[in-house]
DNA sequence: TTGTATGCGTTATCAA
DNA sequence: TTGATAACGCATACAA
C-alpha cells in the first residue's frame, strides 16, 4: 500500500518575507536583491543572499506568475502516436524542447487534443487562463487554420514545418528537407548511381510536397536520365504502402538501382520488399531513409538526419523572442525570426555503389 | 518574418468580478456558483451561469493554483532518447497520461533532469515552489534513491514499475511481466514447440528480472526439457546485442525453435540474426518480442502488448488518490492503490509452428 | 539605496 | 443564502 510520508509539508516553504525578516531588510529589498542585483548595495546584497541561502528560499513560481501574467511555460500538443510510424520522432522533439527550454527556465506544458479546432481552443485557453506564454504548433499545413486562428486571438506561436509558401505572417521553423532529399540523390549520383527512384509521402502535404520537389530538381540538377521522374511513388507513411510502392517499382522492365524515401518507415517497407523480391539491400538496390531513426541504425539503413538539438533550440529561441514582455532576456544562440535547419545525411551499409551489371 | 498579431490582447480575460458586476452579486457568490453551488439559491446560480456563459468566463488556473497552492499539474521526467530502443515507449506513455489526465483536468508538465540526484531535487523544487500536484517516476528500481527522498520531502508520486520487492511504502503501477512472458511461452507450446530459448534483458535490473523469471517459472510449469533453463542468455537491449546472443543460441548443437525475447529491440536483433544464418523466421524458428511497438506490427512479429491506456489511467487515478486535497473527487476507474496489469499477446507471423524435424 | 502601499484573481472565514 | 474582509506570494510604482 502507500503511505505517503507525513503531511504534505509543502506549507512551509520559505516566503520573501521570510528571508526578508531573517536579513533584517524589507521585503521589496529582497525582492530586488533577485530582480534586479544592481538596485540593491552590494553589503546588503549579500546580507540578503546569505539568507536565500541558508533558508533555501526559491521564489512561488505561482505568485510571479499570477503577478507577471505569464508562467513560463511552452504548450505542446501531444498527438496520438500514429500507430504505423516506426520513428519516435515526438521523443526526440520533446526530449530537445524541454532541454532547450532548460537554459531558458522554461517548461513545457503537454496537452491533447483531438483534431486542429480543440488545439485552437484549449490553445486560447490555456494562454489566457494558464498564463502559457507561447505554444509549438507541430507539422503546419498550407491550409492550417491553426495559425490564423492563433494570430487572431492572440496568442503566441511558433510554427514546427513551413506553410507552402516561404514567408509567412508567423514565425517558424523548419529542416531543409529539399536539400536533404537532394543530398540523398548527390550521395548515390557520387556511388554511381544513374536510376534512382523515390519512394515518398503525400505530395499535397507540406513535407512531402518538399521532399519530392527535392528529389526531382536533384534529378535535374545531376543531370540523370529524365525517365528518372517517372520512378516516383507517393503513398502513405506506413511500412506496406512502401513495400507495395516498392513492388511496383522494382517490377519494372528498367528497375531503379537505388532507392530514395521520404521516410525511414517507407525505407523499412522498401527494404522488406527487396528482401522478398530476391534482391539484397547495400548491393543489388540501395536504399536511403529520411529521419534517421533508431530502425534505421538498427537496420544500416542510411538516412537523413534532422539536426533535434538544434530544432529545439532554434524554435525555444524564437519562442523566446516573441515575447519579449516575459523579462527573460533571450540567452539563447542567436536572435531568430525563421529558421532553416539543414539536415545531414548518415551514410550506412544500405546505399552502396550499384552492382555490376550483368547484362 | 513573424509580426504576432496585435498586441498581447491577453490583457481583457473577465474575471469574477466581472462575471459578479453583470450579474448584480458579489464575487463571493460566483466563486460559490462554481466551486459550491448547492450553497446558492438556484434562481442566483442561473442568473450567474448565464452571466459566466456569456463573457466566456474561465477561473484564472494561475490565482486558483497560488490559492489552493496546487496547480493541476503532474511533473514527468523526460528521459533522454535511448539511441538504440526502437519502441516509442515514452511516446505512447505520455499520451496515454496526458489523456488519461485531460478527464480530471490535469496537465503534464516535463522537465528534463540527467540522473536520479537532479530528478530528485527538480521534484522537490517544482513541488514547494510551482504547485506541481505529483510526480510520475518512470523505470523505479531497487536501489532507486527517488522514492525514499521523496517520501521524506513530502512529494507524492506513483512509481511506475515496482522494486523487486512486492509490498512498498508508496504507491505504484505495473504491467504484470511474469504474465506476459509466460504467456508468450504458453503459446509458443501450444504451437508445439519444446525448446524454447531466451534472449532478455540485464537479470539484475526490475524489468530485466521478472521477465527472466517469468520465464523460467513457465519453463518449469509446462514441464519443458530442463536443458531449456540453459538456453537463456541476457544483455542490453540493443539490436546488435540481441544479434550476439541470437547466434549463440543459434550455433549450438541443439538449437532453440523458438525464442522468448524481453523487447522488441532484442527481438529485431534475433530476426536479424536468423536471417543471417539462414533460417527462416515464422517457419524454421519463432520469435515473440516484447512491447508491441510499430516495428513490431511493420516486421510482423509477435508481441507482448502493454495496456498503454489503462497504464495511464491508472496512473492517474492512483496520482489522484494521493491528493485528495486538490478537491478533484477522482473521478477515476476504480480506487487504486498498488495496480498490476495484464499484458496481452498479439500474435502474428513470426510465431508459428516448428517446422517438421528434418532429423 | 531602501521601504510602503497597492493589486494580480482567486478561495476561505466569518458575519449578516 | 449571501456578502464583506483577509489572505496566497510576489512585483511594481512611488515615496522616503
Redesign the pocket.
Known sequence: MAEQAPPPTNAT?P??????RAA??????V??V??AP????P???ERVALSIARLG????R???A????TSRMIGYRIEPPTPHALDPFHDRLLHSLSEAGRAADRHLLLFPADDDAAEIEVCQRLHR?AGVEAFVLYGVEAQDPRPRALIDSGVPFVAFGRTAQGSEEYAWVDVDNFFGIAAAVDHLVRRGHRRIGYVGLKPEENVGGQRARGWHAAIDRQQLPSDCHALVLCGQDTVPAGMQMAFALLERSDPPTAIVTASDTLAVGVMRAAQQWGVEVGRDLAVVGFDDSPTAAALDLSSIRQPMAEIGQQIMATLLNLTPAA?GRPATPQDSTDTLLMPTLVIRSSSASPAPRTT
Open positions: 516553504a516566503t520573501l518575507v521570510d528571508v526578508a533584517g531588510v524589507s521585503r521589496q529589498t525582492s530586488n533577485i530582480n544592481e538596485r540593491v548595495r553589503e546588503t546584497r528560499y526559491q521564489p512561488n505561482l505568485a510571479q499570477l503577478r507577471t501574467n487562463g523579462g
